[in-house]
Each structure stands twice: as structure tokens, then as C-alpha cells.
């Protein structure tokens, strides 16, 4: 059997994710008519949704009521925000690590966000992005039940994809200054 070639997936997210470790609260429905309140950290966010770990199972297109904490960013007002919205479930798996409690695998899209809301999210969501960028790669955290070798050959993809990011940041800066003197790259 010939090897497979490897196919580069194009990527389908319109909003840019940032790595972030959030304190959030989700509220969901329960079948009993009540709230199943979950206090839980995020993993990474975007201006479109949140992605995190819960001890609950939530069925996938239900609604849940999201509180997330957002850090100071330099530059705004001082002081934690909260922000407030409805969200939707778009995936909710089981982790594959071997613990006794189970966690679910959560990935919440926000509903109705205003458009001050939307724009603290997406500087918050730059501003992080641009503090990993200084601070180079972080060491990639493996998954629970992940595989070692999974974590290894994930390693340079990481490195790989951070220089890319710098360096297509770079460009678009270069063709800005260009542009503006005249001459196009």
C-alpha cells in the first residue's frame, strides 16, 4: 500500500482563538426543569465561542447561559470584566484519561453577543495572542489520555505553526508600510 500523502486542512474557524485559562460559569437546563450550574476554566476562547472541561454531559444544540472573567487588558479601563451571554452547545465528548470522574470535552458557540461585548472579546483575544507570540511557544500540555507519542509529534507542528503566525503577522505589516510609501511587495 503506497504511504499517504500528507493533506493539509484548511482551516474553517473566522474568528482567531486564543489559549486561556478563564474562570467561567455554565448554567444549563436539567431534565428536571432546573439549572445545572458548572464553575469551570476555560481552555481557549475566540470572538465566536469557548472551548472547556466539565464534569457534566450537555447534549449538543442545547442552551446554556455563559459568565466568563475576562482579565485587565493594558491599554482599557482597570479591572476584571464579566462577561455575560447565551451560548449553544456544539460538541460535548468524554475525555479518553482514565480517572474515575468523568470529564466532558465542551465546546460552547456564543449566542446574541452585543457588539461592545464582542469587541472587549476580540481585543482580549489579540492581546493574548500577540502576549504568546512574545513569549514564545508554550510547551503543549497533553491531552488526558492523550498518547506520548501524540504529545511528541504535536511538539513541532506547535513550533511551527507560532513562527507561521509570526511571520505572516510580519508581512502583513511590511505591506502595510509598503503600501503607504507607494511601493506594493
Known amino acids: ?18 489559549d486561556a485559562q478563564l474562570g467561567m460559569r455554565v448554567e444549563a437546563g436539567s431534565a428536571d426543569g432546573g439549572l445545572i450550574p458548572i464553575v469551570t476554566e476555560s481552555r481557549n476562547i475566540s470572538g465566536s465561542g469557548v472551548y472547556c472541561l466539565s464534569p457534566h454531559y450537555l447534549a449538543p444544540l442545547s442552551k446554556v447561559a455563559l459568565t466568563i472573567v475576562l482579565p485587565e487588558v493594558p491599554g482599557r479601563a482597570p479591572g476584571q470584566r464579566l462577561l455575560k ?55 503543549v500540555r497533553a491531552r488526558p489520555g492523550a498518547t506520548a507519542r501524540a504529545t511528541a509529534a504535536r511538539k513541532p507542528r506547535a513550533a511551527a505553526a507560532a513562527r507561521g503566525a509570526a511571520t505572516a503577522a510580519a508581512r502583513s505589516v511590511r505591506r502595510t508600510v509598503t503600501r503607504k510609501r507607494g511601493t506594493v511587495h
Open 85 to 139: 451571554c447565551e451560548g449553544i452547545v456544539v460538541r460535548c465528548q468524554g475525555s479518553a484519561g482514565a480517572r474515575r470522574d468523568r470529564e466532558y470535552e465542551l465546546a460552547c458557540s456564543f449566542l446574541g453577543l452585543d457588539a461592545a461585548a464582542r469587541e472587549l472579546l476580540d481585543e482580549y483575544v489579540v492581546w493574548r495572542n500577540l502576549q504568546a507570540l512574545r513569549t514564545g511557544p508554550r510547551p
Open 1 to 18: 500500500m503506497p504511504p499517504k500523502k500528507a493533506v493539509r486542512r484548511r482551516e474553517r474557524r473566522r474568528m482567531s482563538r486564543a
